[in-house]
Structure formats: structure tokens, C-alpha cells
């Protein structure tokens, strides 16, 4: 069964044009409602001028949202995301313009930004205001063999730890992270959130990598 199908002509201005040509990218992005559990989806790509043809097909995974327990959404790796008054468009949520890093590949003078929103968070008293702690750290991919597992050498290489407050059940966390003093690599970003008042917690993980300039 069809759920969602989309086809869009994107035209780059001329004022972009040389952006585009120094960077070789461009983002666009759909909006899909889709109901919770697995699917199948395709993308393609066409560039009629050059008679270049891109197809992409794989899984999703779309989790279900109540409102009876913590939950985090997917952490999205992000090149910037900064303030915005539109309240259009793909790359827009929250009141936030968000540029994405879908191949989530940085260089180590790159910060990297990310973003999530944190849902059903439980508020303290009647004052309607919650607290929750967020602890993130970053790993290497590879397994640490087994003398560090024995004797717990150090594996994380970067982490730290910040408590929120908000107004209401829900919030957007967004955070940098200085990659200057890592090595080229391949890395697993660790987001733990903690409820405060619930003590619930809920860990999200994402693979990302740093080039060597």
C-alpha cells in the first residue's frame, strides 16, 4: 500500500548557483505523515541537463508516540542549525533552520551540531515547569579489545553533562560539539535524557565520522 508520494523540479537562483557549485550540495526535504512500524521507501533523482539518474531504496523504522512515558525523538546530525522567524519549509522545525549532514561526515574544524526533542517530560509540582539532565558522549566505533574490557580502560572520548529546564512536557535540545581534539575516524554519539522528577531515562545512538583535512 502507497502511504506517501512526492515529485518536486528544484530550479537552483542564480544568487545560489556559486554556493552550490563551492559546496556540490543542496538540501530539499518532504514532510511524510506516516503511521508507526516498517517501511519501504524510494528515492530517485533525476538531472535531465547532464542525463544523470540516482536511486536510492531501503527500510524505515517509524516508532510510536504516546503521551504516557518519556521519549526522545531520532537525533539528527546537523552542519548548523540556528533561529529563523519562517515558519515554512523542510529544513524548518521548531523555529529553527536546520542544516542537515545527512552523511553525518565532518572535518575536525567542523563543529558538530545536532538536534532531538524530548517528549513527555513530567513538570514539577504546579509550577508547570520540568527538569530533566542530558548526558552526551561520544565514542569510537571500533570494539575495545578485551584487556580494556577487563580492566575498564577509557573509552569515551568526549562527554559532558547539562541539566534543562522548560516549560511544559516537551522540548527541543540542541547541542555543538568541538571535534578539534579527535582523531579521523569513525564515532558513535551517545544522547542519554534523564526526567528529573521520574527518573525515567531514554538513550538514543548515532554513527558519525571525521576525515583527516
Same mark, same amino acid.
Given at each position: 500500500?502507497?502511504?506517501?508520494?512526492?515529485?518536486?523540479?528544484?530550479?537552483?537562483?542564480?544568487?545560489?548557483?556559486?554556493?552550490?557549485?563551492?559546496? $556540490?550540495? #543542496?538540501? =530539499?526535504?518532504?514532510?511524510?505523515?506516516? *503511521?508507526?512500524?516498517?517501511?519501504?521507501?524510494?528515492? &530517485?533523482?533525476? +538531472?535531465?541537463?547532464?542525463?544523470?539518474?540516482?536511486?536510492?531504496?531501503?527500510?524505515?523504522?517509524?516508532?510510536?508516540?504516546?503521551?504516557?512515558?518519556?521519549?526522545?525523538?531520532?537525533?539528527?546530525?546537523?552542519?548548523?542549525?540556528?533561529?529563523?522567524?519562517?515558519?515554512?519549509?523542510?529544513?524548518?522545525?521548531?523555529?529553527? $533552520?536546520? #542544516?542537515? =549532514?545527512?552523511?553525518?561526515?565532518?572535518? *575536525?574544524?567542523?563543529?558538530?551540531?545536532?538536534?532531538? &526533542?524530548?517528549? +513527555?517530560?513530567?513538570?514539577?509540582?504546579?509550577?508547570?515547569?520540568?527538569?530533566?539532565?542530558?548526558?552526551?558522549?561520544?565514542?569510537?566505533?571500533?570494539?575495545?579489545?578485551?584487556?580494556?574490557?577487563?580492566?575498564?580502560?577509557?573509552?569515551?572520548?568526549?562527554?559532558?553533562?547539562?541539566?534543562?529546564?522548560?516549560?511544559?512536557?516537551?522540548?527541543?535540545?540542541?547541542?555543538?560539539?568541538?571535534?578539534?581534539?579527535?582523531?579521523?575516524?569513525?564515532?558513535?554519539? &551517545?544522547?542519554?535524557?534523564?526526567?528529573?522528577?521520574?527518573?525515567?531515562?531514554?538513550?538514543?545512538?548515532?554513527?558519525?565520522?571525521?576525515?583527516?583535512?
Amino acid at each position: 500500500e502507497k502511504i506517501f508520494n512526492a515529485r518536486e523540479t528544484l530550479r537552483i537562483p542564480k544568487e545560489e548557483l556559486s554556493k552550490f557549485k563551492n559546496e $556540490r550540495r #543542496i538540501f =530539499n526535504s518532504f514532510v511524510c505523515n506516516t *503511521p508507526p512500524g516498517k517501511h519501504h521507501f524510494v528515492f &530517485e533523482l533525476l +538531472n535531465p541537463l547532464r542525463k544523470k539518474y540516482f536511486r536510492e531504496e531501503g527500510e524505515i523504522s517509524v516508532p510510536a508516540f504516546g503521551r504516557s512515558r518519556l521519549q526522545m525523538s531520532d537525533i539528527l546530525l546537523a552542519y548548523r542549525v540556528e533561529p529563523t522567524a519562517d515558519d515554512g519549509g523542510g529544513n524548518v522545525r521548531q523555529g529553527f $533552520r536546520i #542544516i542537515p =549532514n545527512p552523511a553525518a561526515v565532518y572535518y *575536525p574544524d567542523q563543529p558538530l551540531f545536532l538536534y532531538c &526533542e524530548v517528549y +513527555n517530560l513530567l513538570p514539577k509540582g504546579s509550577s508547570g515547569v520540568s527538569y530533566y539532565e542530558v548526558e552526551n558522549t561520544v565514542y569510537k566505533a571500533s570494539r575495545p579489545n578485551l584487556l580494556k574490557r577487563i580492566f575498564g580502560a577509557a573509552t569515551r572520548s568526549v562527554g559532558f553533562l547539562n541539566q534543562y529546564e522548560v516549560a511544559g512536557r516537551d522540548d527541543v535540545l540542541i547541542q555543538t560539539i568541538d571535534l578539534s581534539n579527535l582523531k579521523p575516524g569513525e564515532y558513535i554519539l &551517545e544522547l542519554k535524557v534523564e526526567d528529573l522528577m521520574t527518573r525515567e531515562k531514554v538513550f538514543k545512538k548515532h554513527h558519525f565520522e571525521i576525515k583527516a583535512p
